[in-house]
């Protein structure tokens, strides 16, 4: 049962009503007890009674004087409540003040991040260009002939080479992006070709996971507008970890659909272990990985889904993430298709 509201009357605006009449001297602590039980009595025969009614009908107080006791508590009460209202205002401001300045903290902090990040991955660079040209011509047979087992032990290092090369690029694009400075282009290029070198590129990673990669889609879909370097470097982010996460048997689809006049809907979708549906969002946050533990048997900076939201919102689109645990996850967003190009890719 829903607990009744009590009645709003005078007295609660003017509190202890009583007791200021008796410091002002207009009544006796006398005349305020025979005053409060003749309330009471009214009150308990059902009535609405008030002390000031009851001062007046047992002629303890003149209604002058009794005006003007309620008129100094009205007074007193919007003086208070004006002085609250003053340092509540008071306390916002400086509340205020504080979160504006963690925020300048934090963005400052962020910056120093995305400047330690981008010196660093510049600096490795510059060494691990050395390393791959050497790995290279050891392997060519350029300084020497080398054992079948010194041959393999140098692939071997030349693979662990590369994924560290693609990584270093990964934090140079995300210091990039985190600047502001990723630059964007916006021309016609042909998505389905972008689609096909991508599954061709993610394949043999695909087969030694006993993985399936296929393109699905019409040969007349139409060109789209947009970066087709940075679109291609996130459909191959997509590919990729859609392969790691999916078991031997399983499959990775990249489909291309026209959707209305004007869109081309680009989507990954695996037969992999899928996402908690309380933890989508956080495979968008950089630097992290669902399973953060040290035997996590999938490995990654934790930056390339946060990197192609970012492109793909740069296009002025958005990446949408569905997934159910144990069957699988998709990832799509739309591209504007190009008018004048799909009409000329139609007539020939």
Request: aromatic share 2%.
């Given at each position: 049962m829903a607990k009744q509201k009590p009645?709003?009357?005078?007295?609660?605006?003017v509190p202890k009503l009583g007791e200021?009449?008796?410091?002002?001297?207009?009544?006796?602590?006398?005349?305020?007890?025979?005053?409060?039980?003749?309330?009471?009595?009214?009150v308990a025969q059902g009535k609405t009674y008030?002390?000031?009614?009851?001062?007046?009908?047992?002629n303890l107080l003149d209604r002058p004087t009794l005006d003007e006791a309620v008129t100094e508590q009205i007074i007193q009460l919007r003086s208070a409540l004006q002085a609250a209202n003053r340092t509540l205002e008071q306390r916002v401001q400086?509340?205020?003040?504080?979160?504006?300045?963690?925020?300048e903290r934090l963005s400052e902090l962020s910056q120093m991040k995305a400047n330690f990040v981008a010196n660093i991955s510049h600096e490795l660079r510059t060494p691990l260009t050395h390393i791959k040209g050497y790995?290279?011509?050891?392997?060519?047979?350029?300084?020497?002939?080398?054992?079948?087992?010194?041959?393999?032990?140098?692939q071997v290092s030349q693979r662990a080479s590369n994924r560290l090369e693609n990584m270093i690029e990964d934090l140079i694009m995300f210091s990039l992006a985190s600047r502001g400075e990723m630059s964007m282009k916006q021309e016609p290029f042909d998505i389905q070709r972008i689609a096909n070198l991508a599954a061709k590129t993610a394949t043999q990673k695909a087969e030694e996971r006993g993985v399936?990669?296929?393109?699905v889609g019409d040969e007349n879909t139409p060109p789209v507008q947009g970066d087709p370097?940075?679109?291609?470097?996130?459909?191959?982010?997509?590919?990729?970890?859609?392969?790691?996460?999916?078991?031997?048997?399983?499959?990775?689809?990249?489909?291309?659909?026209?959707?209305?006049?004007n869109l081309v809907m680009i989507s990954v979708t695996d037969t992999g272990i899928g996402i908690p549906a309380h933890r989508l969002k956080e495979i968008f946050e950089p630097f992290h990985q669902l399973d953060g533990s040290s035997t996590r048997k999938v490995g990654g900076t934790g930056l390339g889904l946060s990197l192609v939201r970012q492109i793909v919102e740069a296009h002025g689109s958005l990446l949408d993430v569905s997934s159910v645990e144990g069957r699988g996850t998709t990832f799509k967003f739309p591209l504007l298709a190009v008018e004048e190009e799909k009409k000329k890719k139609q007539r020939t």
């Open positions: 009645q709003l009357i005078p007295e609660m605006l200021g009449l008796v410091r002002g001297g207009h009544i006796s602590e006398v005349d305020l007890q025979k005053a409060l039980a003749y309330q009471q009595e009214q008030l002390l000031g009614q009851a001062l007046l009908d047992l400086e509340r205020t003040s504080e979160l504006q300045g963690a925020l790995l290279e011509l050891m392997i060519t047979d350029s300084l020497g002939p080398l054992t079948e087992e010194q041959r393999h032990a140098l399936q990669v296929h393109v370097e940075k679109i291609s470097w996130a459909l191959n982010q997509l590919l990729d970890n859609a392969v790691k996460f999916t078991p031997s048997g399983g499959s990775v689809i990249i489909s291309l659909k026209e959707e209305g006049a």
